[in-house]
């Protein structure tokens, strides 16, 4: 049975203790980390969301207390007070290690079970365990600091944009429904027999609203929801950094980002970001890096060897270019002598994930050339591979032939992939770039037309919008994305902010402009009664989280994560409802047996 606290009332955390401290009277709070009994004295480390402080039961201070303490075990809630002394073998990992506490009086406030999870941060223990048992596992240390940075991350956000005149405001949760994107989440309406809201995938529609209502700068900081197949560090339910500015270009929204960006890593990371951050072009990022997201933190680019190829003896190069494919390398310049024939394979089955059919390679040695397609190749073609790929003894070019996006997608994760091999990544380095002019549309082979690549209302170039009837594909966005470290934390663009431009928008997305009004008719009606020119961009920020502190999944910067299945297995949601709840909403399930 757990004591009352009585009169005794906290006055300082565990883990504020110092040698200040030394002959006070202090009162503590906290759970058991450990205890130690070695006979005439009992040691317990005390834990509270401060850290950690030593506290000691001596049978000669008081034996009541003695006698009480000897129930103690793990993870015990603990009220006591006594008297703060120097530590005779002083602890340098603690912070509190100078000192240690005599304790006078104690109160078990509740005891606890062996708990079924460690409460430590280097535990290995399944994750499923972890999240069952969430609130233990939020105990442990690291998951409290990377809650405290996602806190203090967010006040920054707000107090940044608080400065800049920015107001915050909230936007509905039962909304509806809207093509494009991913798959909405619905909930069925009680009051309105068969009719259904959707929970936002973002509030895309509504911010621009509030730039047609002259709030002029809004923010939020808002969940979102995506009912997608979920992959790795995807959540069906995530946060968002929401930013909507008006009367701006794209010049504007990045110049205010950047110092956002700036304040970030200042105050949560003592980094200081160089501006201008870097830009590139969306063309100039595939081409370099075979992704719209770059990791720059390495080299291994990647080079054309179309031309060089396009007539080869090796037919696998010179079909594959016949037929409206590309051949691309990158060299891994330095480290050549690291791959054997094995490791090389592979690398081979990695690209295979891609798409890829194959790995063609060439290395530089000491005793010359070794490369399996070299009988095919002329010399001439063979110099001028190592010309173009600037190739030196010691260094492995690595080819890939095939269509142009499975050739990008392929060797873009493979410069990643050998870069963490090799070790090559430095966590604390950051690397940020923003990635401009995006095509506006992309061609979804399923549906055989094109579709919006960001979302419909995205603004074309203003030199390009003369191609929206003509050619789609060669139409690019004003729209950007903030990459770090080979993430994309952020992305947004300046919005359609006029009637007709809108309608050429959603043609060129083969919408009839009955569809369009049927899906958004309110936003294309409030355009009509004057719309500023507005943009504005919106933040992963669990991504942000995990960047900052570190972490490489994202479960470990959210308080209570869903699985990679959508479940919670803290809760057991979903869950089934009854037959008299369903009949409520007006809703019947289909058996999947």
């Known amino acids: 049975m757990g ?3 009585g009169k005794l009332r906290r006055t300082h955390m565990c883990g504020s203790l110092r040698i200040d401290n030394e002959g006070q009277e202090v009162t503590l709070m906290g759970w058991v980390q450990r205890r130690r009994n070695l006979g005439s004295l009992i040691f317990v480390d005390l834990r509270d969301t401060s850290g950690i402080a030593q506290v000691v039961f001596d049978s000669n201070v008081s034996e009541d207390t003695f006698n009480k303490a000897e129930k103690i075990r793990s993870e015990y809630v603990l009220a006591l007070r006594g008297k703060v002394y120097k530590r005779q073998s002083i602890n340098k990992e603690l912070p509190t290690g100078e000192v240690e506490v005599f304790v006078e009086e104690l109160k078990i406030l509740d005891e606890s079970e062996t708990p079924p999870i460690y409460i ?5 223990v399944a994750e499923a365990m972890r999240l069952k048992y969430r609130y233990l596992d939020l105990r442990k240390p690291s998951m409290q600091s990377n809650l405290k940075i996602r806190h203090k991350t967010a006040k920054i956000i707000r107090e940044f944009l608080d400065e800049n005149y920015f107001v915050e405001v909230e936007t509905p949760m039962l909304t509806k429904p809207t093509p494009e994107g991913a798959r909405d989440y619905v909930v069925p309406s009680r009051v309105n027999p068969g009719k259904f809201y959707a929970l936002p995938q973002s509030p895309q529609l509504f911010k621009q609203l509030l ?10 900081i808002v969940k979102c929801f995506r009912d997608e197949d979920l992959r790795a560090n995807r959540q069906p339910e995530f946060t968002q950094v929401d930013i909507e500015m008006s009367f701006v270009d794209i010049e504007d929204v990045l110049a205010m980002n950047e110092k956002l960006i700036y304040k970030i890593f200042e105050e949560i990371k003592g980094v200081e970001i160089s501006l201008p951050i870097a830009r590139m072009t969306y063309d100039e990022a595939m081409n370099r890096f075979g992704s719209d997201k770059p990791d720059l933190r390495f080299g291994f680019e990647i080079k054309p060897l179309s031309d060089i ?6 037919k696998v190069f010179s079909d594959t270019i016949k037929n409206g494919g590309d051949v691309r390398a990158i060299n891994i310049n330095g480290y050549g002598d690291e791959f054997t024939r094995k490791n090389i394979s592979q690398l081979e089955d990695f690209v295979k994930t891609y798409g890829a059919k194959g790995l063609a390679w060439i290395k530089l040695t000491n005793e010359g050339v070794t490369s399996p397609i070299a009988k095919f190749l002329s010399e001439e073609e063979l110099n001028n591979i190592i010309s173009k790929m600037e190739a030196k003894e010691g260094d492995l070019i690595l080819m890939v032939a095939d269509k142009p996006s499975v050739v990008f997608a392929s060797l873009g994760s493979l410069r990643v992939e050998v870069a963490k091999r090799l070790n090559l990544i430095n966590n604390n380095e950051y690397k940020l770039v923003w990635i401009t002019e995006f095509p506006l549309f992309e061609f979804d082979e399923e549906e055989n037309r094109y579709v919006a690549k960001h979302h419909p209302f995205t603004h074309p170039v203003d030199e390009d919008i ?4 003509t050619s789609p594909e060669k139409v690019r966005a004003k729209a ?13 663009s300046i919005r359609i902010n006029n009637s007709q431009l809108q309608e050429r928008m959603f043609k060129a997305l083969g919408f009839s402009m009955e569809e369009a009004w049927d899906k958004f008719g309110f936003l294309l009606e409030a355009f009509k009664y004057g719309a500023p020119p507005h943009g ?4 992963g920020f ?4 995990m960047l900052l502190t570190g972490s490489d999944n994202i479960r470990d910067v959210i308080a209570f994560p869903k699985t990679q299945s959508a479940t919670c297995l803290l809760t057991n949601a979903p869950t089934i409802l009854g037959e008299e709840q369903l009949k409520e909403i007006h809703v019947s399930t289909i058996s999947n047996e």
Request: no cysteine.
């Open 3 to 5: 004591e009352a606290m």
């Open 120 to 124: 430590k941060d280097n535990d290995d």
């Open 211 to 220: 730039m047609v209502s002259g709030m002029d700068r809004y923010y939020q």
């Open 309 to 314: 190829v396009k007539d080869s003896q090796f």
């Open 466 to 469: 003369e191609l929206l009837e």
């Open 480 to 492: 950007y994305d903030i990459v770090i470290n080979g993430d994309e934390i952020g992305g947004g």
């Open 536 to 539: 504005g961009i919106a933040y």
């Open 542 to 545: 669990d991504r942000l989280i």
